[in-house]
C-alpha cells in the first residue's frame, strides 16, 4: 500500500511537470507547500479521472480514465505526503492568523479538494459508474454475511455465558480450534445487528454507529417487527421499508 502511494507521489510531480503546473527543479510535496497547491492536487486528479482535460477541453469518450475509487487513492496518497512525511498533519489547509498570505495544515485536506472530490462523484455516478460500496454489497456481502450468521449462531459462540476474568485464548485441552474468544454472545448479536442493518440500508460503518436504541421502535402487533427512523438523512427523499 505504502509503494503504491510513494508511485502515486512521485506520478503527480510528473504530470505537473508535464503540464508546465510545476518546475522541474521543483517537487509539490515540500514542508511550506505554495498558497495553489490544493488546485494543483485537483488538477493532478482531474487529468487522471475526470472527463475533461486540465485545459478545459473534453476527453474522448475512447480515452481510459480512473474511476472515483483510484482518485481517493490519489488524494489519500496526497494527504499521506504531505501529512507524514512532510510532517503538516491532518490540519485542514487555511490561511494563518498571525502572518497575512502564509498558509498552514494539509493541502490535501481542504475545501477546494474536498468540493471537487464530492463533484468528480456525482459526474461518476451520472456517467454510470458503480459505486465501490454498491459493488461491495451485491458481489460480496452476501456471501460473507451468510457465513457469518452461521458462525455467530454456532452454540459456543452464540450463547450468553457468565462474565469470567482471564485469558480470551482457550486452553488446549479442550478440543477447540484455537482461535481467540474475543467477543461472548451479547457482543455478537449487537454485531450481527450492526451489519445486518447496514446490509439492507446500504450504510456506511460511521453511518451505522451514529444509530441509538431511541431510533429503533418494536412492533407490539407484528412480532419481529422493527422499524428503524435514521437520525441521518439519506438519497432516498421519501424514505422506504427494508
Not at 43 to 69: F, M
Not at 72 to 77: G, N, P, V
Not at 138 to 153: E, G, I, M, R
Not at 165 to 179: E, K
Request: hydrophobic content about 35%.
Amino acid at each position: 500500500m505504502i509503494s503504491l502511494g510513494l508511485r502515486l507521489i512521485a506520478n503527480c510531480d510528473g504530470v505537473l511537470k508535464k503540464h508546465k503546473l510545476l518546475k522541474d527543479s521543483d517537487s509539490l510535496f515540500c514542508r511550506h507547500p505554495c498558497k495553489e497547491a490544493p488546485s494543483l492536487l485537483i488538477a493532478w486528479i482531474l487529468d487522471a479521472c475526470d472527463s475533461v482535460n486540465i485545459d478545459g477541453t473534453q476527453k474522448p469518450a475512447t480515452k481510459e480514465r480512473g474511476s472515483y475509487g483510484h482518485a481517493q487513492k490519489m488524494r489519500a496518497a496526497a494527504t499521506y505526503a504531505f501529512g507524514r512525511l512532510q510532517g503538516l498533519g491532518t490540519m485542514p489547509w487555511h490561511e494563518s492568523e498571525l502572518h497575512m498570505g502564509q498558509m498552514l495544515g494539509n493541502p490535501s485536506v481542504s475545501v477546494e479538494v474536498s468540493g471537487y472530490m464530492g463533484s468528480l462523484r456525482r459526474r461518476k455516478v451520472q456517467a454510470g459508474e458503480v459505486a465501490v460500496s454498491a459493488r461491495a454489497i451485491t458481489s460480496v456481502s452476501p456471501s460473507l454475511h451468510s457465513l457469518l450468521y452461521y458462525f455467530n449462531h454456532r452454540p459456543e459462540n452464540w450463547k450468553i455465558q457468565v462474565y469470567q476474568p482471564g485469558s480470551r485464548q482457550p486452553p488446549c485441552d479442550t478440543g477447540s480450534s484455537g482461535s481467540p474468544q474475543w467477543a461472548g454472545g451479547r457482543v455478537r448479536r449487537f454485531l450481527h445487528a450492526a451489519y445486518t442493518i447496514a446490509f439492507l440500508c446500504l450504510l456506511r460503518s460511521d453511518e451505522v454507529l451514529k444509530i441509538q436504541y431511541q431510533d429503533l421502535e418494536f412492533s407490539e402487533s407484528k412480532p419481529g417487527f422493527v422499524v428503524l427512523t435514521l437520525p441521518f438523512r439519506k438519497t432516498h427523499q421519501n424514505g422506504g421499508e427494508c
